[in-house]
């Protein structure tokens, strides 16, 4: 944690300034210690050069929250290696309607203050710290920072943070830019959590939001009545559970066949085409 961070985050609870207690220091780099609310007193641990803020522990936070941390521990290193991070830039321009990295990277120049919220792994907090005059803020509730402060930690315009969107230690207004990428739908209630974020948005500010499409009935209730079963199994049988369907779904796209639908069926949401 940069000593710097200091200037911009307040207490989730009543939004005053910390105080910090410092354990352990590695050259500028905060490795261990304490902040404490100069108010109400709440305390969050700086543990591993992050500064931990994840105080909602609701069972299903919880389950979500395991659920990605053992997906970022088995998978950071793919997801950090250059191919993928290359993949990963192409797709959020496309699906951001950018036409280039030069366009976005000129948009961010007048962009002051960042929140990455749910940066997972941190690939997409690199990609918005390209101006160096700008500050991001990396955060996700998950141990994901952990591998995206090893990864990018050195960065001097990137701050990481293991919190939680809906109880953000920073002053309302405060951001120019915030950017969450496939993350506010793993929330109890997006809308609420999209409401939520927008009031740390600067009067003229941007929000860019990408979240899961609602599928046709027929998809959401295999997908509810499979996630019904997934919750309740251990991290390994729900990934050989994935893995049986990625191999269903392998076998089914080598059939290579079509099927022309002759009409709409509107109460399953399914259009006519082929
Ligand atoms: C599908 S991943 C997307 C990660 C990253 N934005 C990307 O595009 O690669 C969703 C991330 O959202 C995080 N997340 C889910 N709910 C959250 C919450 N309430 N607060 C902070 N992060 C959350 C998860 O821990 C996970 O890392
Ligand atoms: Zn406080």
């Known amino acids: 944690m940069k000593p710097s961070i200091l200037e911009y985050i307040v207490c989730p609870t009543c939004r005053s300034d910390f105080k910090l207690l410092t354990k352990s220091k590695l050259k500028n780099e905060i490795k261990e210690g304490t902040l404490i609310c100069v108010k109400c ?7 591993k050069g992050i500064p ?4 909602d522990v609701t069972k299903d936070f919880v389950r979500t929250e395991m659920a990605f941390s053992a997906k970022w521990k088995n998978h950071h290193k793919n997801h950090h290696a250059k191919d993928w991070v290359n993949w990963q830039k192409n797709w959020f321009l496309e699906r951001f309607d950018w036409k280039s990295i030069g366009q976005f990277n000129t948009f961010l120049k007048s962009q002051n203050f960042i929140l990455d919220a749910g940066t ?40 990481f943070i293991q919190a939680d969107i809906r109880q953000l230690p920073f002053r309302k207004t405060f951001f120019d830019y915030i950017f969450s990428d496939q993350v506010l739908h793993h929330t109890k209630n997006t809308s609420t959590s999209f409401k939520y974020l927008t009031k740390f948005l600067a009067k003229s500010g941007f929000i860019s939001i990408y979240v899961y499409n609602k599928k046709a009935p027929i998809r959401e209730y295999v997908d509810d009545y499979i996630r019904k079963r997934t919750v309740k199994m251990s991290v390994r049988e729900c990934t050989e559970f994935s893995k049986d369907m990625a191999y269903l779904g392998q076998a089914l796209s080598k059939l290579k066949k079509k099927i022309t639908i002759p009409r709409d069926i509107p109460l399953l949401g399914v259009k006519a085409g082929t």
């Open 52 to 55: 931990r803020f994840v105080v």
């Open 120 to 159: 997972g792994i941190g690939n997409s907090a690199k990609m918005l710290s390209t101006n160096k005059s700008s500050t991001v803020f990396a955060l996700d509730a998950s141990d994901s920072v952990d591998f995206a402060y090893k990864k990018y930690g050195t960065s001097s315009n990137i701050h």
């Open 41 to 47: 007193k709440d305390k969050f641990k700086i543990t």
